[in-house]
T-cell receptor
Framework: DGGITQSPKYLFRKEGQNVTLSCEQN?????MYWYRQDPGQGLRLIYY???????QKGDIAEGYSVSREKKESFPLTVTSAQKNPTAFYLC????????????FGEGSRLTVL | GDSVTQMEGPVTLSEEAFLTINCTYT??????LFWYVQYPGEGLQLLLK?????DKGSNKGFEATYRKETTSFHLEKGSVQVSDSAVYFC??????????????FGTGTQLKVEL
């Protein structure tokens, strides 16, 4: 079945460590997105990519980095510069960059110990 | 900037009760409006959408009407079921210069339906 796969589902990290969250889609979508979800704050956009080898910062990009070397993959690295990384991270995709329907993965929960 | 305001939850209803979850927005121009649903342990799924004023989106018994005069997009369902228990997110989208698809989400409203 087509969809978006995020891994790992749960991740624990010590302070000062970088960690990479995986996002893979087999929907043949051009655009991919990373959102962060915190209790009481809804979803906030971290980074997005409209096409391969291109990406732009969202509203809260500081302390995060991404790459888009392949159409189906959009990994997110949470660096040690991110001051409050404990959160639920959601990856999404859309068929084109200018359509409103996003398809979401099941999320990755990162906890910093 | 653009923003979406939803009623705070949790909203607790008995099965077969009428549901309303309020959503209002602040944005210039004519955004598209969406409701997404997040079931426990899952990602978000698009529930319904409306792209212009007075449009009504509907799906699975849920409805919402795009009201530009009141900048609202309230979600309604005539008879809820236990299986509707989830978190509901209202969102808006505006195209911006250079293309792109950027959604602004509300904080989410948790719905609990009891027998």
């Amino acid at each position: 079945d087509g969809g978006i796969t995020q891994s790992p589902k749960y991740l624990f990290r010590k302070e000062g460590q970088n960690v990479t969250l995986s996002c893979e889609q087999n929907l043949n979508h051009d655009a991919m997105y990373w959102y962060r979800q915190d209790p009481g704050q809804g979803l906030r956009l971290i980074y997005y990519s409209q096409i391969v080898n291109d990406f732009q910062k969202g509203d809260i990009a500081e302390g995060y980095s991404v790459s888009r070397e392949k159409k189906e993959s959009f990994p997110l690295t949470v660096t040690s510069a991110q001051k409050n990384p404990t959160a639920f991270y959601l990856c999404a995709s859309s068929i084109k960059a200018n359509t409103g329907e996003l398809f979401f993965g099941e999320g990755s929960r990162l906890t910093v110990l | 900037g653009d923003s979406v305001t939803q009623m705070e939850g949790p909203v607790t209803l008995s099965e077969e009760a009428f549901l309303t979850i309020n959503c209002t927005y602040t944005a210039t121009g004519y955004p598209s409006l969406f409701w997404y649903v997040q079931y426990p342990g899952e990602g978000l799924q698009l529930l319904l959408k409306a792209t212009k004023a007075d449009d009504k989106g509907s799906n699975k018994g849920f409805e919402a009407t795009y009201r530009k005069e009141t900048t609202s997009f309230h979600l309604e369902k005539g008879s809820v079921q236990v299986s509707d228990s989830a978190v509901y997110f209202c969102a808006l989208r505006k195209d911006f210069t250079g293309g792109g698809n950027k959604l602004t989400f509300g904080t989410g409203t948790q719905l609990k339906v009891e027998l």
